[in-house]
């Protein structure tokens, strides 16, 4: 402060230097009571005590600074004092004995808890109390970080549409769990991997959640910035832990999002650490690290460029199926702007007239066609005094403003698939540029 004194200056800094020096920190605090800094005294006598738990002189300062009474100290019966042989000494002067006023009435001892309610705002904890945290100076890394959600509510009967979609998860995953007597029949095991992949905003992430929904598994999401750490060693940690974490916790399933980026070619990584990730990614994926493999634990991963994956991670026995998750068709269009407007002031919308001008639209596409209606409606309100409804009008209108987001991703698609198909990885998407007459 500009209007501290020197001494306190000099205080306040040997205070912030040593913050464990009880004695440094209750001169300190005499000094501010000295001057009438009555609050300030309160919080450095309560983080003396932080410190020092039972020092009598921080709560005796405390109790001054709070303006609470002293507690007198009890009377003691005083004997007579025995009558000892005078011998020669230095004579001391002695001070002539003060008569005591009478002794004020006693006081209930000091409330601890009630000052502790009056200077909680003013002085916070200085740790937690985590017996599990890691020390400083290295990764953190405990398996029991990672946040597993537990099943929820959304089913596949709540994606609209994608009804090829839906078929392919039914026969990979569903069927088997549903049927165990088939499944011992057939020797299917109940693990498995399947890659999402497909145009940016077409609904991978909400497919991935439906079927944790239908398994009735837990969900385990994974991204880039959960697995990489600046410490050596430790990135591949993380992806043990969390593998590790979903094997305790199945049913699970474990959503690698973006797996292009975790998972990118190791032949156009330059650096050893993204590498080493895909090695341990692999590991994880084939269950070797663990003796009890990867039963009851199910793998889906979502990438907008597979054909930046490495190829590794796609072989049988890892993510082994690969689904290609198209822009809604106009069943899931129509369900999907139902939602979106759901809550909107709407009058008489034409939902088939939307569902026409808007095809090829991905989801997110879709949301932002009713957002911009909606800002039609809101400005015109604005400007005029009076509030209207959002009308099929305003949401043709976005309609024709928004170009579909999709498009560019088919036109990078449409060379891969034609040039770059070994072993016919990209025949769906092949066949689907086909009926739309993209080639």
Not at 165 to 173: D, S, T
Request: charged share 25%; proline share 8%; net charge negative.
């Amino acid at each position: 402060m500009a209007d501290e004194s020197p001494l306190i200056r000099s205080l306040r800094a040997a205070v912030a230097a040593a913050p464990g020096d009880v004695p440094l920190r209750l001169h300190f605090a005499e000094l501010l009571l000295a001057e009438g800094r009555n609050d300030e005294a309160v919080a450095e006598a309560a983080v003396a005590l932080q410190h020092a738990p039972g020092d009598a002189d921080a709560r005796a300062l405390m109790v001054r600074a709070m303006g609470m009474p002293a507690a007198p100290a009890p009377e003691l019966p005083v004997a007579p004092a025995p009558e000892v042989p005078v011998v020669s000494a230095p004579e001391v002067p002695v001070a002539p004995v003060r008569e005591e006023p009478a002794q004020p009435p006693a006081v209930p001892s000091f409330d601890w808890d009630a000052a502790e309610q009056q200077v909680q705002d003013l002085v916070g904890p200085r740790f937690l109390d985590d017996p599990q945290a890691d020390g400083a100076g290295g990764p953190a890394g405990d398996a029991a970080a990672w946040d597993v959600d537990a099943p929820g509510a959304v089913r596949l009967a709540d994606v609209g549409g994608m009804d090829e979609v839906k078929e392919r998860l039914e026969a990979a995953f569903l069927a088997p769990l549903r049927n165990p007597e088939l499944r011992r029949l057939y020797g299917k095991s109940l693990r498995g991997g399947l890659l999402l992949y497909g145009p940016p905003g077409c609904g991978k992430t909400f497919v991935a959640r439906a079927v944790a929904g239908e398994l009735g598994a837990n969900f385990l999401t994974v991204s880039l910035s959960d697995v990489l750490d600046m410490w050596i060693g430790a990135s591949e940690k993380n992806i043990h832990d969390i593998f590790e974490t979903a094997r305790r916790q199945a049913p699970c399933v474990v959503f690698l999002d973006e797996l292009d980026a975790l998972g990118a070619k190791r032949s156009r990584t330059h650096h050893s650490g993204l590498r080493n990730v895909v090695n341990q990614l692999l590991t994880e994926l084939d269950g070797i690290a663990s003796g009890a493999g990867n039963e009851g634990v199910f793998v889906l991963a979502a990438t907008n460029v597979p054909w930046d994956v490495d190829i590794a991670l796609r072989r049988p026995g890892r993510l082994d199926r690969t689904l290609l998750v198209l822009p809604p068709d106009a069943a899931a269009r129509e369900a999907i702007l139902r939602y979106h407007l759901r809550e909107r002031p709407i009058e008489a919308v034409d939902l088939g007239r939307l569902v026409k001008a808007t095809e090829d639209f991905s989801g997110a596409d879709l949301a932002h066609v009713c957002e911009t209606a909606a800002e039609a409606a809101l400005l015109d309100s604005a400007r005029t005094g009076s509030v209207r409804l959002i009308t099929t009008k305003d949401l043709l209108g976005a309609a024709r403003q928004i170009k579909p987001s999709t498009e560019p991703w088919f036109a990078a698609a449409r060379n891969v698939a034609m040039f770059a198909n070994e072993g016919g990885l990209y025949d769906d998407l092949l066949a689907h540029l086909k009926r739309k007459r993209k080639l």
